[in-house]
């Protein structure tokens, strides 16, 4: 009911009596115990076609505050937002290649610190539940799963941590998951509901979203598709263990190494003179959509290696929408988009290309915070959520000190 409420689906008690077929006693009821927990108020009246006009209904999206964070293998975005979602602060904070837990959720810890001492008047409700993407798999327990490049990460408990030191509710999951609930929610359209998002930045992953729902998988490690081999040459090696994976021609990583050698060779008038520390992925980015040769042709090697590996998804999963974000893929635009879609009409199945649409990310710097705010946002309107609210309201005592 509180969703409707939200979204605007039913704004008047007739309203959500006709859409969830309730009686009209229990309408009321539920109406005004979410009036007494300061999530809906009472609005001016809507015109009628007959009898007494009825309130209008509005989510009290101040009611509280959520914090969310992504956590990427080289840096965070953190966010502020109201309960219904809106993002009204963000920070970002870079962190070292490879940081362990305690490092990186430090360094969320301090972010969100500041964000709650600066944050809106908007925002200036309690704050009511944290959402956390994390780098890699998360299992149906929450925990963090084993890879092998773990650094500590493996059987973690984020959630535990972060409950630990704010008392409020956190949901966690694959911060590529989180990009694609994020991107979703900001387009708002049908082919969302059937949506490939594919997250290109350090690494490469995919968050997948059917019939309007994350797909996960049966242990929670749908989505590495920078993990599909695409390439026989066996010098091309994974830190996985594997060679000729989609990441060592297409990732952020590779990019950077790429661009490297091509200024080494004196092949690139964009990046001679730069340190080779200093080149990074977004450097060659720049340098291509400058026009600078070598550049463009590392971005165009890497678009069709990407385009390999989503023309076989394509042909997998029939998504209606693929969209191309991360810190790479959201600023490169067409240099990816445009080989993407020509390997596609290429290598997959016509029928399932006929309306599919690929396109760079609208939000790509702060889909993953988005995603991870709107998962909170969800799990706090569910049914045992709501009741934890409502005892909280019912005994003040048992109101989170957070915030």
């Known amino acids: 009911m509180l969703r409707l409420i939200l979204e605007g689906s039913a704004n008047t008690r007739p309203d959500l009596v006709r859409v969830t077929g309730l009686s009209r006693k229990i309408v009321i009821q539920r109406v005004d115990q979410l009036i007494a927990m300061s999530l809906v108020r009472e609005g001016p009246t809507v015109a009628s076609t007959g009898g007494r006009p009825p309130g209008r209904l509005d989510f009290v999206a101040d009611a509280g505050s959520v914090l969310a964070v992504s956590l990427g293998a080289t840096g965070l975005t953190a966010a502020i937002t109201d309960l219904s979602g809106h993002v009204l602060a963000t920070r970002h904070r870079r962190l070292p290649l490879g940081a362990r837990p305690d490092v990186a959720l430090a360094a969320a810890e301090a972010v969100f610190t500041r964000l709650l001492e600066d944050r809106p008047t908007k925002a200036r409700g309690p704050l009511r539940g944290i959402g956390v993407g994390v780098l890699g798999p998360v299992g149906p327990d929450g925990l963090t799963m084993d890879t092998t490049r773990d650094g500590g990460w493996a059987g973690f408990s984020v959630a535990d941590w972060f409950s630990s030191k704010y008392n409020v509710p956190v949901w966690v999951d694959n911060e590529v998951n989180m990009m694609a609930a994020g991107e979703a929610r900001e387009r708002s359209t049908d082919g969302c509901r059937n949506m490939l998002y594919v997250k290109m930045g350090t690494g490469i992953g995919a968050g997948l979203i ?161 995603g991870s705010a709107d998962t909170v946002i969800r799990g706090l309107l569910s049914g045992e959520q709501l009741e934890a609210w409502q005892t909280a309201v019912d005994d003040p005592s048992m109101e989170p000190a957070a915030g």
């Open 210 to 370: 059917s019939d309007g729902v994350l797909y996960r998988g049966a242990s929670g490690v749908a989505g590495e598709i920078g993990h599909m081999t695409i390439s026989n040459d066996r010098s091309l090696v994974c830190w996985c263990g594997n060679s000729g994976c989609l990441g060592t021609l297409a990732s952020g990583r590779a990019i950077t190494k790429f661009g490297i050698a091509a200024m080494r060779k004196g092949d690139s008038p964009f990046l001679e003179g730069m340190p080779p520390r200093q080149i990074r992925d977004e450097h060659i980015v720049a340098g291509a959509l400058a026009g600078d040769e070598a550049c463009a042709q590392i971005m165009a090697r890497a678009g069709e290696a990407l385009g390999l590996a989503v023309a076989g998804a394509t042909n997998l999963i029939n998504p209606a929408l693929i969209v191309i974000g991360g810190r790479v893929g959201g600023k490169a635009g067409h240099l990816l988009t445009e080989p993407v879609r020509q390997s596609v009409d290429k290598r997959s199945f016509p029928l399932a290309t006929e309306s599919l649409q690929i396109e760079s990310s609208q939000n790509a710097n702060i889909a993953g915070v988005a």
